[in-house]
């Protein structure tokens, strides 16, 4: 069985300042993981995934994250932060297949001026 | 490609009441999947299709929850007999086998059990 616990239920954190939003899985198999960002009354939008290759991935808005597989982390990071970034962020994770996907919990990300 | 399409946005309904939501994908997407998420937590997985084939349903999901995709396009969840417990944000996406994963969520529905 798959898990995914975002370590971080909140994270507050200034304009312009760097941040990461920490994920940690398990699964048994080979994995594809996910970020996902759920701005206010909206769906969940994808923000980057890592499948294989590179385990440094860049996604859209300037949002980057880095598999581990010896740590079985999936951390996002993003140099600095701007207000429009205050979000709900969801980490996931699928087999192989790309068939379902287990979410965390999420971490709430609130940008402030 | 309008994206994935829920409707509809809201539903309240009274106990025991059944209830029906649909989704349409995005065209191109063989597989469509239903998620349901509470307050304060993420998407929990229900179920999903692969064209009109529904390959996996979850063994926590309660008999009274069935999908249909019946052409391969669009899919309905019914839930017979609600209870308070169902009250939830209902979310469906869709996504291409062999694209590497990731979902094109829909903006879900919002059912509330009275």
């Known amino acids: 069985a798959q898990s995914v616990t975002q370590l971080d239920s909140q994270v507050p954190v200034f304009e312009e300042a760097p941040v990461e939003l920490r994920c940690n899985y398990s699964?048994?198999?080979?994995?594809?993981l996910f970020w996902y960002v759920q701005y206010p009354n909206q769906g969940l939008q994808l923000l980057l995934k890592?499948?294989?290759?590179?385990?440094l991935v860049k996604g859209i808005n300037g949002f980057e994250a880095e598999f581990n597989k010896s740590q079985t982390s999936f951390h996002l990071r993003k140099p600095s932060v701007h207000i429009s970034d205050t979000a709900e962020y969801f980490c996931?994770?699928?087999?192989?297949?790309?068939?379902?996907?287990?979410f965390g919990d999420g971490t709430t990300l609130t940008v402030k001026p | 490609d309008t994206g994935v399409s829920q409707d509809p946005r809201h539903k309240i309904t009274k106990r025991g009441q059944n209830v029906t939501f649909r989704c349409d994908p995005i065209?191109?997407?063989?597989?469509l999947y239903w998620y349901r998420q509470t307050l304060g937590q993420g998407p929990e997985f229900l179920t999903y299709f692969q064209n009109e084939a529904q390959l996996e349903k979850s063994r926590l999901l309660s008999d009274r929850f069935s999908a249909e995709r019946p052409k391969g396009s669009f899919s309905t969840l019914e839930i017979q007999r609600t209870e308070q417990g169902d009250s939830a944000m209902y979310l469906c996406?869709?996504?291409?086998?062999?694209?590497?994963?990731?979902?094109?969520f829909g903006s879900g529905t919002r059912l509330t059990v009275v």
């Open positions: 890592y499948l294989s290759g590179s385990t």
């Open positions: 065209s191109e997407h063989n597989r």
């Open positions: 996406a869709s996504s291409l086998v062999l694209s590497g994963g990731g979902y094109t």
């Open positions: 699964s048994s198999v080979s994995v594809y």
């Open positions: 996931a994770v699928s087999d192989g297949d790309a068939g379902k996907s287990t």
